[in-house]
Structures are given as structure tokens and as C-alpha cells.
């Protein structure tokens, strides 16, 4: 059984930056694609990013491409989202997610996180 463990949230402003941290364990961590996505109230959870389990291919959602860099270190079970040029409407509680594949839909992921909140002021 795969455990995500989120961390790195916060309160910023606008034009600032964070980086969001994903540690996995229980399972197979360098196998796993692995996804960061986003929620907030009233809304579905949508896609951010993502990167395959070597590493070597990432999709960004073309909100956030170009502030936003998704990497892995599969030595520490950890996958990053580094956030730029911080927005208000990048507010939402972030998940990361492990999956079989590399895909944008939430329904193939399989392991999730319990999230971090991310609030941008402005």
C-alpha cells in the first residue's frame, strides 16, 4: 500500500513562490507516475502536473505552464512542484497522486495524499 505524505504549502502573495513536496513509501516509489493536482471548495479536482517514474517526460496543464517545474528524486521517494509567479487563482488545497501511467485524468491515479493548502494573497 502506497502513502503519500504532502508538505510545503503556505501563505504567500501574489508573485511569490513555494514548493510543494511529496513523499511516498510502502510501495515502489521509482515505478509510479506520479501527478500533482488541485482543489478548491465547490470545484473538481483538477490536473497540474506530471512526470513519469524516470523522470524524463513531465505535462504541465496550460494553466500553470511556464511558472510551474514538476520533478522527482527517486532516491528519496520524493516528487516536487516548484510554483512561480504565484497567483491568487492558484489558491486550492494541492494533492499529489501516484498512478500507473501518465495521464492528466484523475480516475488513473490510484494513491492520493491527504493535501497541502496553498493560499496566494494579493
Known amino acids: 500500500q502506497v502513502q503519500l505524505g504532502e508538505s510545503g504549502g503556505g501563505l504567500v502573495q501574489a508573485g511569490g513562490s513555494l514548493r510543494l513536496s511529496c513523499a511516498a513509501s510502502?510501495?515502489?516509489?521509482?515505478?509510479?507516475?506520479m501527478g500533482w493536482f488541485r482543489q478548491t471548495p465547490g470545484k473538481e479536482r483538477e490536473f497540474v502536473a506530471a512526470i513519469s517514474s524516470s523522470g524524463r517526460s513531465t505535462i504541465y496543464a496550460d494553466s500553470v505552464k511556464g511558472r510551474v517545474t514538476i520533478s522527482r528524486d527517486n532516491a528519496k521517494n520524493t516528487v516536487y512542484l516548484q510554483m512561480n509567479s504565484l497567483k491568487p487563482e492558484d489558491t486550492a488545497v494541492y494533492y499529489c497522486?501516484?498512478?500507473?501511467?501518465?495521464?492528466?485524468?484523475?480516475?488513473?491515479?490510484?494513491?492520493w495524499g491527504q493535501g497541502t493548502r496553498v493560499t496566494v494573497s494579493s
Open positions: 497522486a501516484a498512478g500507473p501511467i501518465l495521464v492528466t485524468a484523475t480516475r488513473y491515479y490510484t494513491y
Open positions: 510502502g510501495g515502489t516509489f521509482s515505478f509510479d507516475n
